[in-house]
């Protein structure tokens, strides 16, 4: 097991009623997968996850919700996401293509696209994608 406690916390979603829903669904066990691009670790200036590593996660004040425990990273192309990975995010997809629907809206979305500093930011079968497995492991008091 490695900590990040010498990184910023981990962020779901931006601040708001989205983050907190995840938040809420990655303590309650309800989700159990999270999915990134490569090039969001490259712009915060952090090394991707790893297996057994653990970060606390923030709400949308910014204050410490838990500490999740990285179980698996795979990066494999959006177009190769499997069904044991997109139902396991809590949003109650039934489908791989729902989830990637609600992902691609999220990604190509004006928050993201200014977050990442590119107005044009697309995703497609050979985008690069961060897939992570993990378990809840604390909540704050």
């Known amino acids: 097991m490695t900590s990040r406690a010498d990184l910023p916390p981990g962020e779901f979603a931006f601040p708001g009623p989205l983050r907190d829903q995840l938040v809420a669904a990655v303590l309650s066990g309800a989700e159990t997968t999270t999915t990134g691009v490569p090039a969001d670790h490259e712009a915060a200036g952090d090394p991707p996850p790893v297996a057994g590593e653990r970060m606390p996660v923030v709400d949308s004040a ?53 977050a990442a500093g590119d107005p044009r930011f697309t995703v497609d079968d050979d985008t690069p994608v961060v897939a992570e497995r993990f378990r809840p492991v604390t909540r704050p008091p």
């Open 62 to 114: 910014g204050r410490p919700a838990g500490v999740p425990e990285v179980t698996d990273v795979r990066v494999l192309r959006l177009a190769d996401v499997d069904p044991r990975h997109a139902p396991a995010e809590g949003g109650g997809f039934a489908s791989v293509a729902e989830w990637r629907s609600v992902h691609e809206e999220f990604r190509q979305g004006p928050q993201m696209r200014e």
